[in-house]
């Protein structure tokens, strides 16, 4: 049983990590103004735009003079969930 809940942590923590560097491309392409047409822009629009618009509503004040803070609040929150993870199987209580 504790293999298995260890395989399962393991891999949430694979998808945390992959939403993160998914997370970090579309902030980068976002600064080259791509075509919007395009399946791999719309595909990682799809994927971050429901987090970056959650974020913008419940914390506006991540958009500082038009610059927009949210794919940074969500890396810190995904690391936080996946430490928080880690260490919850490693020491159970």
Same mark, same amino acid.
């Given at each position: /049983?504790? $293999?298995? !809940?260890?395989? !399962?942590?393991?891999? #949430?923590?694979?998808?945390?990590?992959?939403? +993160?560097?998914? &997370? +970090? +491309? $579309?902030?980068? !392409?976002?600064? &080259?103004?791509?075509?919007?047409?395009?399946?791999?822009?719309?595909?990682?629009?799809?994927?971050?735009?429901? $987090?970056?618009?959650?974020?913008?509503?419940? /914390?506006?004040?991540?958009?500082?003079?038009?610059?927009?803070?949210?794919?940074?609040? #969500?890396?810190?929150?995904?690391?936080? !969930?996946?430490?928080?993870?880690?260490?919850?199987?490693?020491?159970? +209580?």
């Amino acid at each position: /049983m504790n $293999a298995l !809940i260890f395989a !399962i942590a393991q891999l #949430i923590h694979s998808v945390i990590n992959l939403y +993160i560097w998914v &997370v +970090i +491309i $579309a902030s980068v !392409i976002s600064f &080259v103004n791509p075509d919007p047409r395009n399946p791999i822009v719309d595909l990682l629009n799809r994927l971050t735009q429901p $987090a970056f618009i959650f974020v913008r509503r419940k /914390m506006p004040f991540v958009v500082i003079s038009g610059i927009d803070l949210s794919p940074i609040v #969500i890396i810190f929150g995904l690391q936080f !969930i996946d430490t928080l993870l880690k260490y919850s199987i490693i020491t159970p +209580i």
